[in-house]
């Protein structure tokens, strides 16, 4: 994590120091968006192998998924989405939506390069820096502790207050994947779901947008939300227990 950190600081002394550098990002979105997020893996990841002396292959859980185990983690994504819906509407009441904000910077014209960078590029580099190097490097704590740290850093990385929360919660949940199926994969699969079909269904109704929603529209679809959320996260413990138990037998066969 502190290398990660350091990456960030050496980047944004970069952008100081050289302004041309920081207009030319700022003035193409799938740029500026690819840089913040390979920033969290050069030269970090390399460095942190290094110093540890630890293979890549020994710091990323590579298992073969298998076939069930992504049925498993479609389903759990698609019923964790009302949760992660509320608590982005929850904290929008207080804060810009950071996905909209990210959706503006990306041409609606270019959408595969867009679904690329934000759904792709941090199912890769953030799976592969938190549930990767930093759940690997927890392996000596429980279960729980192991979920709770790697769901706060990640909630932290975002910097963010709007994504803090959500972000919390998805880090325990996708820890808990890769933990039991043994693979990243899981994972960045879980990640991707999520992230993706926000990004276009906001690239694709870009012109097609109102006004901004008033207070009482907000509170209204909060209501409406929270209903969704509990009914579906409990759909989501229901599938949660069978795959678990699925990946438990799997793993002492």
């Known amino acids: ?45 390399p460095l942190y192998m290094l110093i540890t002396r ?22 759990m994504t698609v019923l964790l989405e009302p949760a992660v819906s509320l608590l982005s509407a929850l904290t929008s009441l207080f804060y810009p939506n950071a996905a909209v904000e990210i959706t503006s910077l990306l041409p609606a014209g270019n959408l595969p390069a867009a679904v690329f960078v934000a759904a792709v590029l941090p199912a890769i580099v953030e799976e592969t820096c938190f549930r ?52 990243l994969f899981s994972s960045m699969l879980a990640h991707f779901l999520i992230n993706a079909p926000g990004i276009v269904f906001g690239l694709l109704n870009r012109d097609n947008q109102g006004p901004p929603p008033s207070l ?28 678990r138990l699925y990946n438990i037998n799997q793993n002492h066969s």
């Not at 009482?216 to 069978?242: H, N, P």
């Open 216 to 243: 009482d529209e907000l509170l209204q679809s909060v209501r409406v939300l929270t209903v969704a959320a509990l009914l579906f996260f409990g759909g989501f413990l229901i599938v949660y227990k069978r795959f």
């Open 54 to 75: 630890q293979s890549l292959t020994h710091i990323l859980p590579c298992k073969p998924l298998g076939w069930k185990n992504a049925g498993y983690i479609l389903l």
């Open 132 to 183: 990767g190097a930093i759940l690997s490097a927890s392996n000596e704590m429980n279960v729980y502790g192991a979920v709770a740290l790697n769901g706060i850093l990640f909630g932290l990385m975002h910097m963010n207050m709007q994504q803090i929360p959500y972000a919390l919660f998805l880090g325990v949940i996708l820890s808990l994947f890769v933990i039991y199926t043994q693979s």
């Open 1 to 45: 994590m502190g290398l990660m950190l350091a990456d960030v600081i050496i980047l944004t002394v970069v952008l100081a120091v050289r302004p041309s550098f920081a207009i030319l990002l700022n003035a193409n979105g799938i740029l500026l968006l690819s840089v913040s997020e390979l920033v969290l893996i050069f030269p970090a990841l």
